[in-house]
């Protein structure tokens, strides 16, 4: 089995930033693709960033040039580096790990951005 926790949300102002973090831990050979994802009220799940393993990533449109995704293979771990922070930012957001053979989902963390 696979697990994957998710931290480092939490309510920040306009402008500010957040990191979060995802590790994956339990029987893993090989972990593919890593992702973040969001969904705000009323709207449709998005992909927010993606990376390979190489470090080759891609971006929403809305978040270039505020967000980073980066992973760290050794550790198993996805992060999500959010700067410039937007009231539209405000989501769920959630990471994917794909692994031989199968997909996991975090169990989502809440980003909220207001004065």
């Known amino acids: 089995q696979v697990q994957l926790v998710e931290s480092g949300g939490g309510l920040v102002q306009p402008g500010g930033s957040l990191r979060l973090s995802c590790v994956a831990s339990g029987i893993i050979f090989s972990i593919h693709g890593m992702g973040w994802y969001r969904q705000a009220p009323g709207n449709q799940r998005e992909l927010v960033a993606a990376i390979t393993r190489g470090g080759s990533a891609n971006y929403l449109d809305s978040v270039k040039g505020r967000f980073t995704i980066s992973r760290d293979n050794a550790k198993n771990t996805v992060y999500l580096q959010m700067n410039s922070l937007k009231p539209e930012d405000t989501a769920v957001y959630y990471c994917?790990?794909?692994?031989?053979?199968?997909?996991?989902w975090g169990q989502g963390t809440q980003v909220t951005v207001s004065s």
């Open positions: 994917k790990v794909r692994v031989t053979g199968d997909e996991y």
